[in-house]
Antibody, heavy 121, light 111 residues
Framework: QITLKESGPTLVKPTQTLTLTCAFSGFSLSASGEGVGWIRQSPGKAPEWLAVIYWNDDKRSSPSLKSRLTITRDSSKDQVALTVTNMDPVDTATYYC?????????????WGQGTLVTVSS | NFMLTQPHSVSESPGKTVTISCTRSSGSIASNYVYWFQQRPGSAPSLVIYEDDLRPSGVPDRFSASIDISSNSASLTISGLKTEDEADYYCQSFQTDNPWVFGGGTKLTVL
C-alpha cells in the first residue's frame, strides 16, 4: 500500500522560503517508472501542479513558478522535499505530494493528506 | 496552451445518473488522455478514471467516462448516485510544458 505524508511549517512570512517534506512508503523512488511530485490547491480553487522528480532523477517544474521551485529527494530516507522561495500571500494553499507509477509515468495514483500553508506577516 | 472547462456545479437525486463535462479549449481532446479525480470535502483528490475511460481498482463500475471528438470534450458519468458521491470532480489532461492541467472543478450535490 502506497502512503505519502507531507510535513512542514503551517505559517510562513512573506519573502521567506518554504520547505516541505513528503515522506512516503510502499514503493522505492529508485525503481524504474516511479515518481513523486507536488501540487497545491488554494481554497476553493483547482489543483495546480508544481514539480515532479522521477526515479532516474529527472526533474520538472511548473513554468510559471520554475525560478522559485526546487525539488530534491533523499532516497536513503524515502523522502522528497520541495522548496519555494520568496513566499507571498497568494501562495497560501494546501500543498499535496503525489505518487506516479502505478498506472503509468503521468498518472497521479496516490495523494498525501495535504498540509495547509498560510503566508502572512 | 489549452484550458479545461467544467460546469461549476451539478445536482441530482440519489439513484439517478449524472454526467459532468470537461471541454478542451484548443487542440483535440483525443490528443492526450483525460483523467478524473474525486475530492470529498476536507480530503485529498482521489483518482476515479485514468486514460479516458479506465477505472482504477477499487472504483465502482457506477463510474464511467468517455471522450467526444465532435464536441472536443470528455465526460464523467456516475450512475446509481449515492450520497457518498457528493464531492468536487476535476478533469485533468496534459500539455507539453505543464504536464498536469486541471479543469476548474464541478461540485456535485446529491440531494
Amino acid at each position: 500500500q502506497i502512503t505519502l505524508k507531507e510535513s512542514g511549517p503551517t505559517l510562513v512570512k512573506p519573502t521567506q522560503t518554504l520547505t516541505l517534506t513528503c515522506a512516503f512508503s510502499g514503493f522505492s523512488l529508485s525503481a524504474s517508472g516511479e515518481g513523486v511530485g507536488w501540487i497545491r490547491q488554494s481554497p476553493g480553487k483547482a489543483p495546480e501542479w508544481l514539480a515532479v522528480i522521477y526515479w532516474n532523477d529527472d526533474k520538472r517544474s511548473s513554468p510559471s513558478l520554475k525560478s522559485r521551485l526546487t525539488i530534491t529527494r533523499d532516497s536513503s530516507k524515502d523522502q522528497v522535499a520541495l522548496t519555494v522561495t520568496n513566499m507571498d500571500p497568494v501562495d497560501t494553499a494546501t500543498y499535496y505530494c503525489f505518487h506516479l507509477g502505478m498506472y503509468g509515468d503521468y498518472v497521479i495514483d496516490s495523494w498525501g493528506q495535504g498540509t495547509l500553508v498560510t503566508v502572512s506577516s | 496552451n489549452f484550458m479545461l472547462t467544467q460546469p461549476h456545479s451539478v445536482s441530482e437525486s440519489p439513484g439517478k445518473t449524472v454526467t459532468i463535462s470537461c471541454t478542451r479549449s484548443s487542440g483535440s481532446i483525443a490528443s492526450n488522455y483525460v483523467y478524473w479525480f474525486q475530492q470529498r470535502p476536507g480530503s485529498a483528490p482521489s483518482l476515479v478514471i485514468y486514460e479516458d475511460d479506465l477505472r482504477p481498482s477499487g472504483v465502482p463500475d457506477r463510474f464511467s467516462a468517455s471522450i467526444d471528438i465532435s464536441s472536443n470534450s470528455a465526460s464523467l458519468t456516475i450512475s446509481g448516485l449515492k450520497t457518498e458521491d457528493e464531492a468536487d470532480y476535476y478533469c485533468q489532461s496534459f500539455q507539453t510544458d505543464n504536464p498536469w492541467v486541471f479543469g476548474g472543478g464541478t461540485k456535485l450535490t446529491v440531494l
